[in-house]
């Protein structure tokens, strides 16, 4: 095969390869947003176990192993005619399929994909040149040099494909960070308030979140006054026999048995209900505010909350990747040898 034709089919099989994943990735509904939105966790996660989700992490990695295959096969320019493949494909598939939420992602792919091509050209010289080391040895040289190359090379691909994926989702969640907050917020109030049984008044759907608030004040205020009167200094008050020591003590008798009587509960409630007032999600307000008082890192989580999300997306890509990466491996395996034959190349 002459190298023009080479160089369609590499064009060819990488704008084909690239529209078909895309097609995947649509179908099974899984976007950047869907993965870092709080409100859509398990909606993301059942679609990321979806037939569409699991045939694209088995397609994709084999437009990198048929346009590494083809590089090594002494193509010029073979990495502008994988990228111009991809690039093409990119296009038509994210319009077509309804991805294009995926657009700077897809910068860094043809970035990685184009690194990984030049190198994977550089790779197949190099295997050209152990001809004189005699069939036997230049074999087994060829075989070192084809998978050590590649696992390299898309090793390095991989990574900047990663980057891209921590910057796309900071370019998604970085503007939209107070709303994914007051997600995150709605979340942990809605197993807050699922966990207090079928007595709870209150729900995250109409808002009304005051009996929630009102146990988790008057908790924080019965942890305080249990610690204070458990250290030495209290003991050491109770022991003594001054007027004075014996005053505070009675005092302190009194705010805890205050603390513990079903009125002040009622009070603090009354009084969390009046400040909630008619405005929506102010109960909300109310709990995570006295929370942030009393965890200053809960407040430095939500400022910095995006970094979170990025950090969530790049740990799925990560995960993923145990299954990309043997997968490519053995595609480039199966495409040399076959693409050996093809082209008239002997290979063992």
């Known amino acids: 095969m002459d190298i023009e034709k080479r ?20 179908m099974s509904g899984v976007t950047i947003d869907g993965i ?3 409100s859509r966790m398990e909606q993301s996660f059942s679609q990321l176990l979806s037939f569409g989700f699991i045939a694209f992490v088995l397609v994709f990695p084999i437009t990198f192993a048929a346009a590494g295959a083809m590089a090594r096969k002494g193509i010029g320019n073979a990495a502008l005619f994988s990228v111009a493949g991809a690039a093409l494909g990119g296009i038509i598939g994210m319009l077509a399929f309804g991805i294009t939420g995926y657009w700077l992602l897809g910068i860094f792919y043809l970035i990685a994909l184009f690194i990984f091509t030049l190198s994977q050209q550089e790779n197949g010289e190099v295997m050209r040149s152990v001809d004189a080391l005699g ?5 087994k040289a060829r075989k070192y040099i084809e998978a050590g190359g590649f696992k390299d090379a898309f090793g ?27 997600e995150f917020e ?25 009996q929630f608030g009102t146990e ?19 003991m050491a ?3 003594s026999s001054t007027p004075e020591a014996g005053q505070f003590v009675t005092m302190m008798e009194g705010i805890k048995e ?16 009046e400040q909630q007032g008619a405005e929506e999600g102010g109960a909300n307000e109310q709990v995570f505010g006295m929370l942030k008082e009393r965890l200053p890192l809960f407040a430095l989580i939500e400022e910095f909350f995006w970094v979170l999300q990025a950090v969530t997306a790049l740990f799925l890509f990560q995960a993923i990747l145990f299954i990309i990466k043997p997968l490519g491996a053995v595609y480039n395996w199966v495409l040399g040898r076959a693409l050996g034959e093809w082209t008239g190349q002997k290979r063992r």
């Not at 069939?135 to 074999?139: C, H, R, S, V």
């Not at 924080?220 to 458990?230: D, T």
């Open 237 to 239: 008050l109770e022991a």
């Open 36 to 38: 870092i939105s709080p």
């Open 216 to 234: 988790m004040y008057v908790n924080l205020q019965k942890q305080n006054i249990q610690q204070i009167m458990a250290t030495p200094q209290y």
């Open 135 to 139: 069939e036997e040895k230049a074999e």
């Open 258 to 273: 205050q603390l513990y009587s079903g009125e002040y509960e009622e009070m603090v409630g009354e009084e969390i209900h």
């Open 186 to 210: 709605g979340m942990v109030m809605e197993m807050a308030v699922g966990g207090m049984g079928e007595g709870a008044s209150s729900s995250p759907q109409n808002g009304d979140l005051s």
């Open 7 to 26: 160089a369609i089919v590499l064009f060819g099989s990488v704008f084909v390869t690239v529209v078909l994943w895309c097609g995947l990735l649509g």
């Open 156 to 182: 390095i691909s991989i990574l900047v494909i990663s980057i891209g994926v921590v910057i796309a989702a900071v370019a998604v969640a970085l503007p939209n960070n107070e709303l994914y907050v007051n």
